[in-house]
């Protein structure tokens, strides 16, 4: 197996290039995904969410109201710190689950992480940054998800900046410009993926511990 990290601030399109190396044979782990999936109504994180945070978290349908989640800890340090201590250990563990079902294979393992870099994960062999100005995630978070600009603007400049990012990358992708300049940049970028040696068939996966930096519960690419 080879492991890698991949990142971008919100609105950078990282889910495009996702897909893009889906389809060129890597297998995704998309952190944002399975923190959907640990939140499905019956599940223990959806039951612990209410519990903590009361019926009001919880749509008609029993769902969670991510939404509301986000109202309660958006500007609330202590109630962000008690969501991530709910939700980080089941995310955690599915995401190790599902490496060590690919350890003894040779394949490429994208661990598909928003916050990578404000949550650092050790036995990576490279971490992938998918970069746009901050600009362009403004334009791209009011055009094409309906995002006001100020809350555009107040969600970037929560998570990590790009010059943070862009210090700790090992393979960055310019995501500013059309399809065309960027399906070529996954070309180069799964040659390099292939090039890198493979982790010993008894890898165990690291599970981060989360910093106190916020996070929101909502899809941030």
């Known amino acids: ?63 969670l109201d991510r939404q509301a989640v986000a109202n309660i800890v958006f500007t609330d340090p202590d109630a962000l710190k008690a969501l991530n201590a709910i939700v980080h250990p089941a995310v955690g563990k599915e995401m190790n689950r599902r490496m060590i079902e690919q350890r003894t294979t040779d394949r490429v393992v994208i661990l598909d992480i928003p916050l990578l870099t404000e949550n650092p994960r050790e036995g990576l062999q490279g971490k992938i940054v998918v970069d746009v100005p901050v600009e362009v995630q403004v334009e791209r978070l009011v055009n094409f998800r309906g995002f006001a600009e100020e809350d555009a603007r107040a969600r970037i400049s929560r998570q990590a900046t790009r010059e943070q990012r862009l210090e700790t990358a090992d393979f960055v992708i310019d995501n500013s410009g059309d399809l065309e300049s960027l399906t070529a940049q996954i070309d180069k970028l799964w040659t390099w993926l292939v090039s890198l040696p493979q982790l010993p068939a008894d890898y165990e996966p690291i599970t981060p511990t989360p910093n106190a930096g916020p996070k929101s519960p909502n899809k941030n690419t």
């Open 1 to 63: 197996m080879i492991l890698v990290g991949l990142t971008g601030g919100i609105g950078s399109g990282k889910s495009t290039v996702s897909l893009l190396l889906e389809g060129k044979g890597a297998i995704i782990i998309d952190a944002d995904a399975i923190v959907r999936e640990v939140q499905l109504p019956g599940s223990p994180v959806l039951t612990e969410l209410a519990a903590k945070f009361g019926s009001e978290v919880l749509a008609a349908d029993g769902s």
